[in-house]
């Protein structure tokens, strides 16, 4: 695998990239910052070339995280995950990881609080499914359970069930209820508080919906 630097060539497609060469043949790419120590007719040995594709591993993956997390925050299994599956080993990986913990880029209860802040402003949940997604992030169990402490299900249930009901407006109350119980399960919330919140919408609509009585006689 040793060899002499033949060439060192800017890449077309990436002009952050520089093509390596050795003994006349491709041999790796670099980042250009790594490439500026380098000089044709220099001599590596195998572990300097080793040194520089793990130190060029770290580079992509680096870049490939930062990608990810512009998209949105991401849990740090997350982004474990996606780097496997673009096939970079897990040193590299734990050292991507552990740098933007550094850096602050990957914190899984700031996640975790996102998650669940973004979830009861657009699509309230119940602590069960909210528990559940958390996990499926690979968040661990204490921090859930932080992040779940301050959380009130009858409110996010309350919530939920107000964005939906005015689809709802011309059932009777048993298919309301039935609809509404069914709803409220989906999105996660114990059965005790299905109950009650349906019972509590249910009665709002009939106050709101009920005329009043303009032609009632008050006697004393």
């Known amino acids: 695998m040793a060899g002499r630097i033949t060439a060192l060539e800017v890449q077309k497609k990436n002009k952050q990239r520089v093509s390596v060469y ?38 992509r993956a680096m870049e490939a995280a930062t990608r990810l997390l512009a998209a949105r925050p991401r849990s740090t299994a997350e982004v474990r995950d996606r780097l496997r599956r673009r096939g970079f080993d897990e040193n590299t990986i734990t050292q991507v990881v552990e740098r933007l913990q550094e850096l602050g880029y990957l914190d899984d209860e700031a996640f975790a609080r996102f998650w669940v802040e973004n979830r009861e402003r657009f ?22 359970d932080r992040v779940l402490a301050d959380i009130d299900p009858t409110a996010s249930a309350r919530a939920a069930l107000r964005a939906r009901v005015h689809a709802w407006r011309h059932l009777d109350e048993r298919t309301f209820r039935k609809r509404a119980t069914q709803f409220l399960a989906r999105r996660g919330f ?10 509590e919408i249910w009665l709002e609509r009939a106050a709101e919906a009920e005329p009043p009585d303009e032609g009632a006689i008050v006697t004393e």
């Open 22 to 59: 050795l003994d006349g043949e491709f041999a790796f790419g670099l980042p250009l910052t790594e490439a500026l120590h380098l000089h044709t007719g220099q001599w590596l040995e195998d572990e300097e070339i080793a040194r520089l594709k793990a130190r060029d591993a770290y580079h």
């Open 123 to 144: 699509r309230p949940r119940g602590l069960h499914a909210l528990r559940y997604e958390l996990y499926q992030k690979g968040i661990a169990p204490e921090i859930v």
């Open 190 to 199: 114990a059965y005790d508080i299905i109950q009650d919140v349906v019972t």
